[in-house]
């Protein structure tokens, strides 16, 4: 079974502008095409899952989040880097949904389609949300990036520290990831 790294993307991937929209406006954040590139080449799956609000809210149509995650791919693509598939929860905070975070169940059809071990999968987000969203599903583990929302999320949730690794960008993330990966391998040897 595959593993797979999921993803939020406003503050994790690209920068947090608020209610970001125009794909033009799109840009990395720091040490994002890195991080990505190092879990890709260890055989994760990325997988994108983010609540767009500003649909639900009427701020702007579906169109545009295509735009703007086309608008990734192809910045990612060049540094090597590959999404499997973008889950996108158009709803606003009010409205019934099925995947809008810290709801599970985008995890759980990533899962089906795609024939995931969520036991050895993880969440990096820069929200507690986010973070929820992977213990609600029973992921391996969760990282909080510093980028976007994260360093004011640290501060506002300091419980966070005990449950999940933080750390400044995409890049810490992945190597954490790959540590813990190493650490579980050894153990299952003995
Ligand atoms: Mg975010």
Redesign the pocket.
């Known amino acids: 079974m595959r593993r797979a790294i999921f993803l939020?993307?406003?503050?994790?991937i690209n920068e947090?502008l608020h209610y970001l929209h125009e794909a033009e406006k799109v840009i990395l954040c720091p040490e994002a095409g890195k991080g990505l590139r190092l879990l890709a080449d260890a055989g994760y799956e990325l997988i994108v899952i983010t609540n767009q609000s500003g649909v639900g809210r009427g701020y702007f149509p579906i169109e545009d989040v295509y735009q703007v995650n086309r608008r990734l791919d192809e910045l990612l693509e060049e540094v090597g880097v590959h999404i499997l598939k973008y889950y996108i929860a158009p709803e606003s905070p009010d409205e019934p949904s099925l995947g809008r975070k810290p709801l599970p169940g985008f995890v759980y059809q990533a899962r089906d389609e795609f024939e995931l071990d969520l036991n050895r999968s993880f969440f990096i987000?820069?929200?507690r949300s986010?973070l929820e969203t992977g213990w609600n599903a029973g992921l391996q583990g969760g990282v909080l990036v510093r980028t976007?929302?994260g360093s004011v999320e640290e501060k506002k949730y300091p419980e966070l520290r005990q449950k999940a690794y933080i750390c400044d960008n995409l890049r810490e993330a992945a190597e954490y990831i790959l540590q813990e990966e190493k650490g579980r391998e050894r153990k299952e040897k003995k």
């Open positions: 939020d993307r406003d503050g994790t947090d987000g820069d929200k986010d976007g929302k």
